[in-house]
């Protein structure tokens, strides 16, 4: 059964950095309740809390954090690389594990944002580029989109179903 790849917060879960959540939505449910699902917040599996303190990419390129030429920090200095790295690579095991190719990750979160992500200034600027996890993923042949793309994951999702 061919699975997708959801961020945790998507489906409800409480596990945003401000302790809330950005769903459900009805076609993640639907995908939930066939068992395609298989959910992950990266930030909490790397080993962050929640509540945590915002974090941000400076230049918004979660690419450059895997090549280790950026990091990613909160708005205190603090270096939160090693648990955003941690988390992209226990989704890159998950989708190696479950041979998932389709992901459907949280809008310009410094994590799995797939179009924008913050610039890193705090000031709520978005630039173009990714999250680390929606990255590294990338990197590794998964199609990635988030919940204001859910026409157009569907779509992709039915081509995988029917290949």
Request: with cysteine; charged share 20%; aromatic share 6%.
């Amino acid at each position: 059964m061919e699975k997708i790849l959801v961020s945790r917060c998507l489906l409800g879960h409480r596990v945003r950095y401000d302790g809330g959540a950005s769903g459900p939505f009805d076609q993640l449910q639907q995908w939930l309740d066939e068992g395609r699902v298989v959910p992950l917040c990266p930030e909490v599996a790397g080993g962050l809390p929640t509540p945590r303190a915002a974090a941000e990419i400076p230049g918004g390129q979660g690419a450059r954090v895997l090549d280790g030429q950026a990091g990613v920090f909160t708005g205190e200095g603090e270096d939160v690389s090693a648990q955003f790295l941690s988390g992209a690579h226990q989704a890159l095991e998950l989708v190696r594990e479950h041979g998932i190719r389709l992901a459907v990750l949280k809008a310009n979160s410094p994590s799995c944002g797939n179009l924008l992500t913050y610039d890193g200034t705090f000031s709520g600027v978005k630039v173009s580029g990714e999250g680390v996890t929606a990255a590294l993923l990338k990197r590794h042949g998964v199609r990635v989109f988030s919940e204001l793309e859910l026409p157009e994951a569907v779509l992709a999702f039915q081509a995988l179903v029917h290949e």
